[in-house]
């Protein structure tokens, strides 16, 4: 008799499990789809931050999920402004940024690549959303200074990743196809065409 109860709970444990392996399997399906698509995956993740947006200013709460948020972006910026290998802290043999005009090109590699850095910017805004559904979490607090430390510390930041960015000379966004002013062929020097 002691085993038939526990005989159903392990027979029910592996439709769950199968449930939410295939649940897995799917989502990761169509994040995997979505991978070049990143102009569509910034609008939805938009579209996605101002209903969270919306939200708050309904409620007229939760400012304290909103400045953990907002402390959670201004970090996850940072790892996406940031070079994998940080020439300042670790002088290593891989590759680094090149210092002078002389050094050989070795592209920009992110510590936290654009993919990575918009599903957790995404799922940070699912959470948050979620989190305002729920009493415990609106902690009573005077907003507007919430939001003053919030942009002293974002300017604090980004003017240290600035100069970070100056000293060793990188930008961390491709800005179109590089365009050099090297030698011309002799085709197009000339100016003259034989018609």
Not at 20 to 49: C, E, M, N
Not at 64 to 88: A, K, W
Not at 114 to 124: C, G, I, L, P
Not at 150 to 179: C, D, E, S
Request: overall charge positive.
């Amino acid at each position: 008799m002691e085993g038939t109860g526990g005989g159903s709970a392990a027979a029910a444990a592996p439709p769950v499990n199968q449930w939410l392996q295939d649940f897995s399997r799917l989502f990761q399906y169509y994040l995997d789809k979505s991978t070049p698509h990143a102009t569509y995956r910034w609008i939805g993740t938009f579209v996605l931050a101002s209903i969270y947006v919306l939200r708050v200013f309904y409620v007229q709460g939760f400012y304290i999920v909103s400045y953990g948020l907002g402390i959670y972006l201004l970090n996850l910026l940072i790892g996406f402004l940031s070079p994998l290998v940080d020439p300042e802290l670790e002088p290593s043999d891989g590759p680094m940024l090149p210092t002078k005009g002389s050094d050989e090109f070795k592209p920009f590699i992110r510590r936290l690549p654009e993919f990575k850095f918009w599903y957790s910017f995404t799922k940070a805004f699912c959470i948050a959303f979620v989190m305002t559904f729920f009493s415990v979490f609106d902690v009573p607090v005077f907003w507007p200074i919430l939001l003053c430390y919030w942009i002293v510390l974002f300017a604090l930041t980004m003017r240290r990743q600035i100069a970070h960015m100056i000293k060793y000379k990188y930008i961390p966004f491709n800005l179109g196809k590089q365009k050099y002013g090297g030698k011309k062929s002799s085709a197009s020097s000339s100016g003259t065409r034989s018609d």
